[in-house]
């Protein structure tokens, strides 16, 4: 069966901290996508990133980093220089076959002036 | 090209009504896939639709849910008599294939039942 687990309910920091949101996943597909989205307090969903799982390669996109590791089975997300603008909740997702995505609990992101 | 188009973006109910969720898919895509995100929950997968067929609807509640996608017009999920617990932000997404095609969320409607 596949699972995601973020495992870190909520999460508070005081600006310019960076921070790190954990995402470890479960599947026995060979091939698969990792997502991560934002949903700020005005509800919508926010892509950020989508992962393929033959690249490993870490990526870096401004402020925002994410470094995937297979062996472990995570796909962690880095803020750096945290803003109050990134106080959000963060979902991590896993997709196999086709499209149908399996979405984590979610992190709540605090950052605090 | 517009996006991913959902309406209404809030539906009030009152207990045992029914409320029609639709969602217009962007311009070329034929697969929809609907998913409802209960207060302080992650978003869980309902359906996937095609046009005129639906794919996968393991996650659907038994009773009281549909969902359809005709060959003209939105996707529409519908939920007869509803309860408070129907209370949900329902987002739709899209996509222009089934594998390898990234599929792109709609703003959601928040349906309130009172």
């Known amino acids: 069966a596949q699972k995601v687990t973020q495992a870190q309910t909520e999460i508070s920091v005081v600006e310019k901290e960076d921070v790190t949101l954990d995402c470890v996943y479960e599947t026995r597909d060979t091939t698969y996508y990792l997502f991560w989205y934002k949903q700020p307090p005005s509800g919508e969903l926010v892509f950020l990133i989508r992962r393929n799982s033959f690249d490993e390669q870490n990526e870096i996109s401004g402020r925002y980093s994410w470094n995937f590791q297979k062996s472990t089975s995570s796909f962690n997300f880095t803020i750096t220089a945290s803003q109050v603008v990134d106080s959000a909740v963060y979902f991590c997702a896993l997709t196999g076959g086709y499209n149908k995505l399996i979405f984590g609990a979610g992190t709540r992101l605090a950052v605090h002036p | ?114």
């Open chain 2, 1 to 114: 090209n517009a996006g991913v188009m959902q309406n209404p973006r809030h539906l009030v109910r009152r207990r045992g009504q029914e409320a029609r969720l639709r969602c217009s898919p962007m311009k070329g895509h034929s697969h929809v896939y609907w998913y409802r995100q209960l207060p302080e929950e992650g978003l869980k997968f309902m359906v996937y639709l095609q046009k005129e067929n639906i794919i996968d609807e393991s996650g659907m509640p038994k009773e009281r849910f549909s969902a359809e996608f005709p060959k003209e017009g939105p996707s529409i999920l519908r939920i007869q008599q509803v309860v408070r617990g129907d209370s949900a932000a329902y987002f739709c997404a899209s996509s222009p294939g089934q594998t390898r095609s990234q599929a792109f969320f709609g703003q959601g409607t928040r349906l309130t039942v009172v």
